[in-house]
């Protein structure tokens, strides 16, 4: 599968990069490195197995920043279509609001 990610999901991995580059110097690098892996896994996982949440998917990160669920689509010819990647301790409102606004057409 081919893997696009849009511009608001990498704002999204921006955002946290920054985040945790506030936290300790250089674990931003760290976070966004990890982040992009864990998109580049699609290209052999996307949606195996599907965890669908209405018109979306989702797949929750695994490794040393577990918090991250990657949102998610999948498009006609195979390609796989990364919408949002946020850290899943924020409030759930606040996620669900963003994910709504990202996947209404």
């Not at 979306?56 to 010819?77: A, C, H, N, T, W």
């Amino acid at each position: 599968m081919r893997v696009a990610v849009d511009l608001a999901a990498e704002a999204d991995i921006a955002e946290a990069a920054d985040f945790y580059d506030e936290q300790e110097a250089g674990l931003g690098a760290e976070v966004e490195a990890f982040l992009i892996e864990c998109l580049a896994r699609f290209e052999t996982l996307a949606g195996i197995p599907p965890n669908i949440r209405g018109i979306y998917r989702q797949m929750i990160s695994r490794g040393r920043f577990p918090y991250f669920v990657v949102y998610y689509e999948i498009l006609k010819g195979s390609e796989v279509l990364v919408r949002a990647v946020q850290d899943h301790r924020r409030d759930p409102h606040d996620i669900t609001e963003k994910i709504d606004d990202r996947f209404t057409p």
